[in-house]
């Protein structure tokens, strides 16, 4: 039970750590787009992220796939940058697009999971039950994502909601400059890429 802890802390403190950012804006960019009354709507695409994330994060540690790592790295922004560009696109996200956008989060947390598998083969070694301890990791990543969401959901709330800030300027506003980050993430590592 101490080793589910430790690795259920190590997937929420890698997920919150601001030197894996790219994972942080994704969920940011994910979920920007709702209120604190679309909760439901939210945990539903975040747990299809997480889903897509832990299928590739498995597959991956038990040696059942392997992708050359800086394609990943560099499809981990265009990711952000295809989810951004959806919501800066669509002046209407409440309405439309939620079955896509389930779709999407799950087609995407495959991509996310691989980035995810070399921290995680590295910290397992050679474990021979790494079943708990994949499990473990994955809860934690998505209490971190959790707690992601309900900081964006909160300050969107206080923005919109009390200082009465338009929901799509401030949709607009995220989504842009989580665009122009991941534009620039995406550019930097095309080249090792390809």
């Known amino acids: 039970m101490q080793d589910f802890w430790l690795y259920f802390q190590l997937g929420w403190q890698h997920i919150l750590d601001w030197k894996g950012y790219d994972h942080i804006l994704f969920v940011i960019v994910l ?7 679309d909760w439901k709507k939210v945990l539903i695409l975040v747990t299809a992220f997480t889903v897509g994330h832990s299928i590739t994060l498995a597959l991956s540690v038990f040696k059942l796939i392997n992708i050359h790592t800086p394609l990943i790295e560099f499809l981990i922004p265009v ?6 560009a959806g919501n800066i696109l669509n002046k209407r996200p409440k309405n439309a697009g939620t079955n896509l956008k389930y779709i999407l989060a799950l087609f995407f947390g495959l991509i996310h999971g691989l980035g995810f598998s070399n ?13 708990p301890e994949l499990l473990a990791f994955n809860l934690g990543l998505e209490f971190g994502q959790i707690i992601i969401v309900i900081g964006i959901l909160l300050l969107s709330a206080i923005l919109i909601g009390v200082l009465k800030i338009k929901r799509w300027d401030w949709n607009f506003f995220v989504s842009s400059a989580i665009f122009g980050i991941s534009f620039i993430m995406a550019a930097e590592r095309y080249a090792a890429a390809f």
């Open 31 to 37: 979920c920007v787009t709702y209120a604190l009354s």
């Open 79 to 84: 990711t952000i940058l295809i989810t951004a």
């Open 119 to 131: 921290y995680l083969r590295s910290l397992l070694g050679k474990s021979s039950n790494i079943v």
